[in-house]
């Protein structure tokens, strides 16, 4: 079992930057990728960012690269989402993903990740 809780959400105006992190606990945390999704009302959830065991490799989705930056603690078992440049189109609920044993590089996919945490919210105004 690995359980995740997230932290960091907020209202931030257009503009401004927020940190998520995502406090994990239950399996060893260095040997498995990391996922942040989001979720926006009336749609579904879609992938933002992902991070490599190690750390070393990263993915982003197209609609945050070069605005957001995935990082991960191994020794505080945590995840980081940086949030800059923030958009009103990036208000949503955040959730950060566990991969499943078996996959050992960051997954854009939803069914490569078997445990969630419980979201967090980001609320960008204009």
């Known amino acids: 079992q690995v359980q995740l809780v997230e932290s960091g959400g907020g209202l931030v105006q257009a503009g401004g930057s927020l940190r998520l992190s995502c406090a994990a606990s239950g399996r060893t945390f260095s040997s498995y990728p990391m996922g942040w999704f989001r979720q926006a009302p009336g749609k579904e959830r879609e992938f933002v960012a992902a991070i490599s065991w190690s750390g070393g490799t990263t993915s982003y989705a197209n609609s945050v690269k070069g605005r957001f930056t995935v990082s991960r603690d191994n020794a505080k078992n945590t995840v980081y989402l940086q949030m800059n440049s923030l958009k009103p189109e990036d208000t949503a609920v955040y959730y950060c993903?566990?991969?499943?044993?078996?996959?050992?590089?960051?997954?854009?996919?939803?069914?490569?990740?078997?445990?969630w945490g419980q979201g967090t919210q980001v609320t960008v105004s204009s």
């Open positions: 993903a566990a991969a499943k044993k078996g996959v050992v590089t960051p997954s854009r996919l939803k069914v490569d990740y078997d445990y």
